[in-house]
């Protein structure tokens, strides 16, 4: 079966649409790009566009590749300090002269759309409840949306990244399964995944998960992204892995428009939370 990404999408925006509608609600993003890399602003794009459809204000601040890093950090703290908004990005990759991960620690964790932040992983890794990263939380909404049970599940990811790897390695331990963490330096990778009840890949590299790697009856989450003869590529042999798994993402079309959804779902959180803490 299909796990449909675009659809749960689809359906997340159109009951926050209705939800900020139908209490006015004064949701603003603050989007800061420095420089003029074209995939960034391709994302960027792609994150207006859902603002714009359930309405939520966007207020994007484009510098230029040569802007210094202090001036980066003097306008993260203005954002910071400005109560109508609600949420901050700071888009990834800057200009070699600005420390990202510096200057993204400097939001506000209240302000993190991204949940990057120390503040926030320290409580993913406590197990409180924080501000989640987009692309982990998409994956958990996923398989929650078709019921599949993470606790006493068998997971393996591969690739242990700060972005996907790492955090989302806690957020399911949270939820009672058990994990192994699968990188490039691990020997013998089709022996773990071959043993997993839910196997996700983040690594990039394309079509690493081929048939014989896959128990049968697994569910196989795709979440890595190439580029070939101008198509996206993942990280999965989709043809041949469908074959055998219980559930599967397209890529593109599973994971990626989840990660949308999930800046939309955190900016109306993080608006909710601030409302509750005054």
């Known amino acids: 079966m299909i796990l449909d990404g675009k659809k749960i999408r689809d359906e997340i925006l159109e009951n926050i649409k209705n939800k900020i509608e139908l209490k006015k609600l004064p949701i603003k993003l603050a989007i800061i790009l420095v420089g003029d890399d074209e995939a960034s602003k391709i994302y960027i794009r792609n994150k207006e566009n ?125 939820k009672g399964a058990t994990i192994t963490v699968a990188h490039s330096k691990t020997t013998d990778l089709k022996k773990v995944t071959k043993d997993a009840d839910i196997l996700i890949s983040a690594t990039g590299v394309p079509h690493l998960i081929t048939k014989d790697m896959v128990k049968e009856g697994a569910v196989v989450i795709d979440v890595g992204i190439s580029r070939r003869d101008g198509k996206i590529i993942g990280d999965v042999d989709f043809a041949n892995v469908q074959k055998i798994a219980s559930y599967i993402t397209p890529n593109p079309g599973g994971v990626g428009p989840m990660t949308v959804a999930m800046i939309i779902d955190n900016l109306l959180e993080m608006y909710e939370r601030n409302e509750v803490n005054g």
């Open 50 to 174: 859902a603002c714009n459809y359930v309405g939520i204000m966007v207020d994007k601040y484009l510098l230029d590749s040569n802007t210094t890093e202090t001036e980066v950090i003097k306008l993260i703290t203005k954002l910071n300090n400005d109560s109508t908004v609600t949420g901050i990005i700071l888009q990834s990759p800057v200009p070699k002269q600005i420390n990202y991960d510096k200057c993204s620690n400097l939001i506000a964790p209240t302000k993190d759309v991204d949940g990057f932040t120390k503040d926030n992983i320290y409580n993913l890794y406590l197990g409180k409840d924080t501000i989640m990263p987009c692309t982990v939380k998409g994956i958990i909404r996923l398989l929650e949306y078709y019921k599949i049970p993470l606790t006493g599940a068998y997971v393996t990811i591969v690739g242990c990244g700060n972005i996907v790897g790492h955090p989302l390695s806690l957020v399911l331990m949270n």
